[in-house]
């Protein structure tokens, strides 16, 4: 049964964790934004010389919040992951918390989640600043973008708890970078949509439903440049808040595995 | 009223590997009385470590119980994580705080209230002088501050019993003294002390009682003195030697 409690350590876990962070945040930040700045740049102002639209760079600005909250959750993922692969320090001081060992793993991501969140939720308002008249926002819903964006980093957030709990060290962890969350964030829309790759590969296109990052650049660019060209917002939705109830519990089952934790 | 803190009864663990199971510990039982240092000592592999691991409810036993005033502690994990202090043999210490902050947090943790949280570091300072190095990072400090810090932390929700994990592995001898005199003061203070060590001077100085574990099974437990006794040697560590010497 959860009670006050348990709510009161997660909240000074989640002060803790996100206090441990501040040094690093700006560092960070700026790592994330060189990313975002060139990618998106290029798109806009190198790919029209090829042919590409220019609104090309808006279309990839929506994706690139996706992989920037990917990216973000998986860096801390590796972190976490070498803690608990190595000599347990943090997660052995956390486990004998006056809470059950599962809502560790729980505050865990959601301090992923809210890293993730606050570094993902910048990258619209910066995009837009810097490529002013190349980015069009006249369409955004805000209320589905932020429901759909937090819902996303809570998804990657047990997804990267997930596989911390599959890996075993530094080794395969470029692997499972490489083979697993390479793929599934480049396969997952971020430079193209759903529909067009129904209509350039429409057995791809399938298969690659069962990708959960495709309702997550798919949601987002529903949501601010409406549904008419991407999988409508709330099936998107849905889908993503199934995939996280899914990989959640697979998540927290495995980790309790993994560290033999009561 | 019963003078037993915890009753270990028939605990194993096996872990499984890829190959083989390995059992780390075979039907181990005994009993820890209040207020006592319990020296739990062993060669390695002894199954010293997966035993405190388990009472520290960090690990779960495969077979057997743990009983609190005859009750199981998983009956309430939480009640007896509260009453419970480990510190780990590498102190964990979070680097991106100072040092107070490092205890402040702890002290929330369980729920103290600020007033409460500054007279428990008043008293634990004064108790392992710190207070150098109270506003400073765990990255400043030397070994024997970093254990005397990380044994201050494991006080600081009042517990009513602690598992020291070779608390001095590692330290120079005059540090592992003033090692020492904390984990004394914390007896006379009435905690009951688990206290895993591979150094034998130790147990003989600080211990009551000795369990000794092998292979992951119970040998036997007595007092420093009742061993030296029984085996007609000099010191505790002619009685290990002479008992691992003779398998």
Known sequence: MFNMGYFRVI????????LGIRKAFWGNLINVFSWVIITVGIKIYV??????????????LIGAIASVANMDIMHRMMIFANDITTERQDINYDLLLPIPSKLVFVERALFLSIAGFVVSMLVLPVGKFLFW???NLGAVSWFRFVSIL???????????????????????????WMRVIFPLWFLGGFEFSWFALKDMAPNFAYLDLCNPYIYATEGLRSAVFGPAEYIPFWICFCVLALFTFFIGWCALINLT????AV | ???????????SKSFKGKKETVHALSDVSLEITKGEILGLLGPNGAGKTTLSNILATLNPPTSGEVLMDGVSIYDDLVGYRKMLGYCPQHPNLNPNFTLKQNLEFDGRFYGLSDKEIQEKIDQLVEMFTLGKYLESSSKVLSGGYLRRFALARTLMHNPKFVILDEP????????????????????????????????LDEAEVLADRICFLDKGKFLFMDTPAGLKQKHDNKSLEDVFVKLFEEE
């Open chain 1, 257 to 260: 595995r993994k560290l033999d």
């Open chain 2, 168 to 199: 001095t592995v590692g330290l120079d001898p005059h540090i592992r003294r003033q090692v020492w005199k904390c984990i004394q003061m914390l007896k006379e203070q009435g905690i009951t002390i688990i206290l895993t060590t591979h150094y």
């Open chain 1, 47 to 60: 790919l029209p010389y090829f042919g590409v639209s220019n609104t090309y760079g808006s279309f990839v």
């Open chain 1, 133 to 135: 008249n190349h980015i």
């Open chain 1, 150 to 176: 937090i819902l996303i980093n809570i998804l990657f957030s047990y997804f990267a708890i997930y596989i911390a709990s599959k890996i075993s060290g530094l080794h395969s962890m470029v692997k499972v």
């Open chain 1, 11 to 18: 909240s000074i876990m989640l002060k803790r964790d996100l």
């Open chain 2, 1 to 11: 009223m019963s003078n037993i803190l915890l009753q270990i009864k028939n605990i």
